[in-house]
């Protein structure tokens, strides 16, 4: 589900147990003083803090808060799937340590985390906790599963916390929320209009029947970028090699085993694609020759294999280029800014990101990344460690700045 872009779109806020609760008040009156059509669902703790009675006012909607309907109530419901369905964003603020380690490892035991559950659109999440709660390692493996997933941070804020303590914990404010929210209604539509075609995963070139080459990448810098750019509106293409990665609903999705069947998909779209971002890591070598059936090593005390270079997809895609934006990837493990540029000029890229491979925390299997940026005048952009969605937003909003320079025909 997307997001939709006029000022009439459904929010659906989830507030759970917390002090920070008494400054939904506040969200609310800003969310429908913007337009916004807004429902509240309160876990039964933040109840204990703010009135239902009190954001029922405020948002001028019942306010939910049981799974299931009561007796006195006449209209009975699948209340998680029609909140689900009439939602166009779900917002929880503030958001305890506890509902995210229930969202993180797929809990649904009471009616916020079941809407969740059964909800396509975007969550944006908005804790709020004590400052060594924000510091526990378990709360920071549940928070970076959840950005794994494609949920929405807003990060706390320092200050003085509600027990004495100062430090970071303290929910963002509502004006923050709110600006925060107009950003991604417009970041929904950033990328409309274009066609993304991107590879990812590795490929797998056969040396018989049951052994192949093939590389470490598992495709989640990919399929991160495949799913951001779709949030931004753009009608992606992914063509993956093999991966435990599931197909993204909406995303048309094509699996493929050997570079040479990846570039065959590519370059059977490439024309008509707005932008392509290579970020599989194919095979740069296969078998010269397949053995039939499987190699018996009771056979053999040696094995040689005569290896034949495969075709360069990028650097093709760069000799056929008209007006597409090309984007590459390069693993590197050393002397990765001179090797980036290097590639940048000889495959006729737009972009190219650079990746650390050195590091156990960045590059393949892992879901964070420590890259670089090139653009086309070679100016260099280093990012600090991030998640893999956190360096897709970042890419794909350099591709809306490069197509807004374009519009005003602006040298990009």
Request: glycine residues 6%; aromatic residues 8%.
């Amino acid at each position: 589900m997307g997001v939709k872009t006029d000022r009439k779109m459904n929010i659906l806020l989830g507030i759970t147990g917390g002090i920070a609760a008494y400054k939904c008040a506040e969200l609310v009156r800003l969310m429908k003083k913007e337009g916004f059509q807004v429902k509240v669902v309160m876990t039964r703790n933040a109840t204990r803090f703010i009135t239902p009675l009190t954001m029922a006012v405020l948002s001028e909607n019942r306010v939910y808060i049981n799974l299931f309907s009561t007796e006195e109530e006449e209209q009975q419901e699948i209340r998680h799937i029609s909140l689900a369905q009439w939602a166009d964003m779900v917002v929880i603020a503030p958001a305890s340590a506890n509902t995210i380690s229930k969202l993180a490892h797929g809990v649904a035991d009471d009616l916020l985390t079941s809407t969740i559950l059964a909800f396509e659109g975007e969550v944006i999440i908005v804790p709020a906790m004590n400052k060594v709660m924000v510091n526990n390692s378990v709360y920071k493996d549940n928070a970076l599963y959840l950005l794994q997933k494609g949920y929405n941070f807003i990060k706390s804020e320092r200050g003085s916390l509600a027990c004495g303590d100062f430090g970071e914990g303290r929910m963002a404010e509502p004006a923050y929320i709110l600006k925060f929210i107009n950003n991604r209604i417009t970041q929904a539509s950033s990328l409309s209009n274009k066609k993304i075609l991107i590879t990812a995963s590795a490929t797998r070139e056969p040396i018989d029947r049951v052994r192949f080459i093939s590389n470490y990448s598992t495709g989640k810098m990919g399929f991160a970028l495949a799913e951001t750019a779709k949030r931004r509106g753009a009608e992606v293409i992914l063509i993956t090699g093999p991966t435990f990665l599931a197909d993204i609903a909406g995303i048309e999705t094509i699996r493929v085993n050997t570079a040479a069947e990846m570039r065959e998909e590519v370059f059977s779209r490439f024309k008509k694609a707005d932008v392509f971002i290579s970020a599989a890591a194919v095979s740069d070598f296969r078998p010269a020759e397949q053995f039939d059936g499987k190699i018996k090593k009771e056979e053999r005390e040696t094995l040689t294999l005569e290896l034949k270079k495969n075709a360069d997809i990028l650097k093709e895609a760069g000799e056929e280029k008209v007006n597409q934006v090309l984007v590459g990837f390069a693993a590197e493990a050393s002397q990765l800014k001179e090797n980036g540029l290097s590639k940048l000029r000889s495959k006729n890229l737009d972009f190219i990101v650079v990746n650390d491979i050195t590091r156990e925390d960045s590059g393949f299997g892992v879901d964070t990344n420590k890259v670089s940026i090139i653009n086309r005048k070679e100016e260099i952009v280093d990012l600090p460690l991030m998640t893999k969605y956190e360096v897709a937003e970042y890419l794909c909003g350099i591709l809306v700045s490069y197509f807004e320079q374009q519009s005003k025909g602006l040298t990009v």
